[in-house]
């Protein structure tokens, strides 16, 4: 039997974070990723889906393989209903919080990654694409 290629977990309730955690752990490990690297994409994935949970109520993690010139990666999308965020440029700045947090979230996330790509609508939700490459050395 094929493993799968993409799949999906609800954010609903906190517990949801872990769902969240072994999904990409799982996918990170049959694509061949590094402990180092494995480690970074299950942060980020865990402070979006802490974000999703906390500041939008819920949401969804989607996650898919991909290839890029032969390169294996993996793409993960979090989408939620939230109330979206105001100021985008200002929740990319380190350390900056809106409801008083350490500010990790977003930089975090884009710093342990490849690629990131976000679009917020206040009243809307946002969704948070973020792609991760194999390194091969």
């Known amino acids: 039997m094929t493993p799968p290629t993409e799949g999906e977990v609800t954010i609903v309730a906190e517990r949801d974070i872990v769902n969240v955690r072994q999904s990409v752990r799982e996918v990170t490990g049959r694509l061949g990723f590094g402990v180092t690297d494995t480690t970074r994409i299950v942060t980020a994935a865990s402070e979006l889906a802490r974000n999703a949970f906390k500041y939008a109520g819920g949401g969804l993690m989607r996650w898919r393989c991909l290839q890029k010139d032969g ?15 105001a100021d985008l440029e200002q929740a990319l700045v380190e350390g900056y919080s809106s409801a008083g947090g350490l500010g990790m979230g977003l930089p975090g996330a884009r710093r342990l990654t490849d690629e990131m790509e ?6 809307k939700g946002t969704q948070v694409v973020i792609r991760k490459w194999l390194r091969r050395f």
């Open 71 to 85: 390169v294996p990666g993996i793409e993960l999308c979090f989408e939620d209903k939230g109330p979206g965020i």
């Open 118 to 123: 976000i679009n917020s609508a206040v009243g």
